[in-house]
Each structure stands twice: as structure tokens, then as C-alpha cells.
């Protein structure tokens, strides 16, 4: 349980990090978050936890697919809320775009054999 705790609070840090960055530099604080610390914690995780090998490398290949379709959101979130769009239904419009560009790579890598 307390390894659960460690895990959760390390992460919980990361996303403050981010947070009180982009108060004071929005760029710096974009650039924090680009990093992919939560994707190289949850592959020290995983590794700690299974040490499978053949399981971090897929999560690793998954985990750059998924980045692709997420992308967008970051130039449609930012157009809306400039157009006048609230932040609510901003975010909200850029999040249903990246789960349906999600529902659509996941068909696209299986036609090409690409399990996701």
C-alpha cells in the first residue's frame, strides 16, 4: 500500500509542477509538460512491478501511437478558446476530438497489424 502511496504522490507532484510552472511561463510550462515524465514514470513502474520486458516495450510502442491522435487538441483547444468558444466547452470539444481520433488510429494501426 505505501508503494501505492509513493506512486500516486510522485505523479500528483508532476502535475503541480506543471501547474505552478505555467503560472509563471506559460511556454516553460508547456514545455514541462511536453516532457514525457508521466510516460517514463509509468514505465519505471512497470517495470518495478513486473519487470517484463516484452510488456514495457508494447506499452512503449502504444504509448507513441497514442501520443499521434492526441496532438490536435492542442492547436483545436487553444483556436476555440481565441474564438470566442468558454473554457468548458473548449476543453470539452478537444477531448471528444482526441477520442475520436483515438477510435480511429486504433482501426487504422489494425489494419496494418498494429495491436492497440
Given at each position: 500500500?505505501?508503494y501505492?502511496?509513493?506512486?500516486?504522490?510522485?505523479?500528483?507532484v508532476?502535475?503541480?509542477?506543471v501547474s505552478?510552472?505555467a503560472?509563471?511561463?506559460?511556454?516553460?510550462g508547456?514545455?514541462?509538460a511536453?516532457?514525457?515524465?508521466?510516460?517514463?514514470?509509468?514505465i519505471?513502474?512497470?517495470?518495478?512491478d513486473?519487470g517484463?520486458?516484452e510488456?514495457?516495450?508494447?506499452?512503449a510502442?502504444?504509448t507513441?501511437?497514442y501520443?499521434l491522435?492526441?496532438?490536435?487538441m492542442?492547436?483545436?483547444?487553444?483556436a476555440?478558446?481565441?474564438?470566442?468558444?468558454?473554457?468548458?466547452?473548449?476543453?470539452?470539444?478537444?477531448c471528444?476530438?482526441?477520442v475520436?481520433?483515438y477510435?480511429?488510429?486504433?482501426?487504422?494501426?489494425?489494419?496494418?497489424?498494429i495491436?492497440?
Amino acid at each position: 500500500m505505501f508503494y501505492a502511496i509513493v506512486k500516486a504522490a510522485l505523479s500528483g507532484v508532476l502535475v503541480m509542477v506543471v501547474s505552478e510552472t505555467a503560472k509563471r511561463s506559460p511556454a516553460f510550462g508547456a514545455l514541462v509538460a511536453s516532457l514525457p515524465l508521466i510516460s517514463v514514470l509509468g514505465i519505471v513502474w512497470l517495470w518495478r512491478d513486473t519487470g517484463d520486458v516484452e510488456r514495457i516495450a508494447a506499452h512503449a510502442e502504444a504509448t507513441f501511437w497514442y501520443v499521434l491522435p492526441s496532438l490536435p487538441m492542442f492547436l483545436v483547444f487553444p483556436a476555440l478558446l481565441r474564438h470566442g468558444i468558454g473554457f468548458w466547452p473548449a476543453l470539452g470539444l478537444g477531448c471528444a476530438l482526441t477520442v475520436i481520433l483515438y477510435l480511429i488510429t486504433v482501426w487504422i494501426a489494425s489494419r496494418f497489424g498494429i495491436a492497440l
